[in-house]
């Protein structure tokens, strides 16, 4: 058992922490606990994607909704690359992951704001009977 001791920089206080050592856990013990986290986190990314699968599928004639569906999908794919990049302990899958969750926010923004001029339009968010932008 090792002692770590350490000075805090702002108040002078010493704090002591005891070190754990990596090597007397075993390796397997420390692989099924990134296997079931990785499990569940994958079923949980399908789960989403399948979801905003059937929304951009099914019901696609309401343009909030699709826009929703569209949103799930990116959430489930970046959902795997934040997953991967937690268990491969590599920060550009997380990176990644928060550049393309902004540019979404932005085409949700884009996208809402076409939908809201739409239905001041016309009166209604079915895509099927919008075929110009036009007034």
């Known amino acids: 058992m090792n002692l770590i001791n350490l000075k805090c920089y702002f108040c002078s206080k010493s704090l002591t922490f005891e070190s754990v050592d990596l090597s007397q856990v075993p390796e397997k013990a420390l692989r099924n606990n990134y296997t079931e986290f990785l499990t569940s986190g994958l079923i949980l990314a399908l789960l989403l994607f399948l979801i ?12 909030l ?12 794919s970046l959902l795997n690359f934040v997953l991967f990049a937690i268990v491969n302990s590599d920060p550009k899958g997380l990176i990644y992951a928060l550049v ?13 704001g076409i ?15 919008y075929n110009s932008l036009k007034y």
């Open 52 to 63: 905003g699968l059937v929304g951009v599928l099914l019901h696609s004639e309401s343009l």
């Open 115 to 129: 939908l809201i001029s739409a239905y001041n339009a016309k009166k209604e968010t079915d895509i099927l009977r």
């Open 100 to 112: 393309v969750l902004t540019v979404a926010a932005a085409e949700s923004v884009v996208g809402l």
């Open 65 to 76: 909704t699709f826009l929703l569906s569209i949103e799930l999908l990116l959430l489930a």
